[in-house]
């Protein structure tokens, strides 16, 4: 920039001094060609207010005012009525250097100003296009929280149509519970029925309480008690099925802290998961082993391992979106809230799947110092 106005300042400069000389030494007696060189000086002094303005103008024209008069006053005699010509041209070139640089100084001024209010509306855009972008995005949790209070309508709905029969179910329960004792076998299941229902209801409960989910309940829980109880709820449709269940149990009794209701809707969630994932014949296997990460500390780890389906790449990374679901009749909620219970734990939830071959959810979940 700065080169540039030099280089232009050279021009100007060479201009002016060319012509004097121009002047200075041609004889007088060609005054034709003095009248040219008169108005050659016109030149530089319209480039000088297109290049620099009001004050590049005139200055230039001073300049050349300078340069020009001694020729009239030295060499032409500088007689005013004589030379009145010479004069007024004096008079036109600094008239033309100001009138030339204020216009061309105001246009310049105007470019700014046009490219100034360019650069504003283009920051407007800028800052609409971001506005726009958030309401879009705004838009979309709102659609979403749409369908989250729409389904939580429907649970209260659907909760409302539940609590009634699970009720009758528990009382009938109950009145089996009296005709089979602690010592007969049945009486297991019917616990397992009751403790079901009540589970349940709970659910229920806790769908409707959506806003404020109930704190968790943390004891002592044996994992391996815990997986039997869900093995023993699910082994009737497995068997229907026909498909292999294994619980593997661990070398040694497992304890960690839990709130084993919730823990044990997780655990559903995944055989379940496994289960409608199985085709016939096949297998949902699951095992138990103890992660020593330090002396004082270990990590519980529970595989669950079926040899269904598999889970395609693309899925992978969508199966933990609530509402993800593959299954016609699916809410797609299961694994999230699974893994909600898991992290809620302290512990970490992996899926790994093999297309056509099977998957594998891992569940690791911290143990207490003292198991
Ligand atoms: N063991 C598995 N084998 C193959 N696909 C699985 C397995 N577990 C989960 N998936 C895939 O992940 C999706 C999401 O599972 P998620 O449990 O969250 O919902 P869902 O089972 O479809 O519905 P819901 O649990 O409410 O019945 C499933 O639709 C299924 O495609
Ligand atoms: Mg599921």
Wanted: hydrophobic share 40%; charged share 25%; glycine share 8%.
């Amino acid at each position: 920039m700065k080169k540039a106005s030099q280089s232009r300042q050279f021009i100007l400069i060479s201009f002016v001094v060319g012509i004097s000389l121009l002047h200075y030494l041609t004889p007088l007696n060609l005054p034709y060609l003095h009248d040219i060189f008169q108005r050659l000086y016109y030149l530089p002094i319209i480039l000088a207010a297109l290049w620099f303005g009001f004050r590049g103008g005139l200055l230039c024209s001073i300049i050349v005012s300078i340069a020009y008069a001694p020729h009239i006053l030295f060499q032409w005699g500088g007689h005013l009525t004589m030379e009145m010509e010479k004069y007024l041209e004096i008079l036109l070139y600094n008239i033309v250097g100001g009138m030339t640089g204020l216009l061309s100084q105001r246009e310049r001024e105007r470019t700014e100003e046009l490219r100034r209010t360019a650069l504003g509306l283009e920051e407007s855009y800028q800052k609409l296009r971001h506005q726009s972008e958030r309401i879009i995005a705004i838009e979309e949790q709102l659609r979403r929280a749409e369908k989250l209070s729409t389904l939580g309508e429907m649970a209260a709905v659907l909760a409302h149509e539940i609590r009634n029969p699970l009720g009758s179910i528990r009382g009938t329960a109950e009145i089996l519970k009296d005709d089979y004792g602690p010592g007969d076998p049945k009486h297991e299941f019917i616990e397992i029925q009751i403790r079901e229902t009540e589970r349940l209801n709970r659910v229920v409960e806790d769908f409707l309480h959506m806003a404020r989910p109930q704190p968790a309940d943390m004891r002592p829980c044996p994992v391996q008690d815990e997986l039997e109880t869900i093995v023993n709820l699910v082994s009737n449709d497995a068997g229907e099925r026909q498909i292999r269940l294994v619980l593997e149990p661990p070398s040694l009794p497992v304890l960690i802290r839990a709130d084993g209701e919730k823990l044990r809707q997780a655990f559903l969630n995944i055989i379940i998961n496994a289960l409608q994932a199985t085709p016939q014949g096949g297998s949902v296997t699951i095992s138990t082993t103890v992660l020593r990460t330090d002396a004082a500390t270990g990590v519980c780890e529970i595989r669950f391992r079926d040899t269904g389906v598999g889970i395609d790449g693309e899925a992978l990374e969508r199966i933990f979106e609530p509402f993800f679901t593959t299954k016609p009749d699916g809410t797609g909620l299961g694994l999230a809230i699974t893994r909600k219970i898991i992290e809620s734990h302290g512990g970490t939830l992996m899926v790994e799947s093999e297309p056509g071959h099977g998957t594998t959810v891992t569940v690791r979940l911290p143990m207490p110092e003292e198991a």
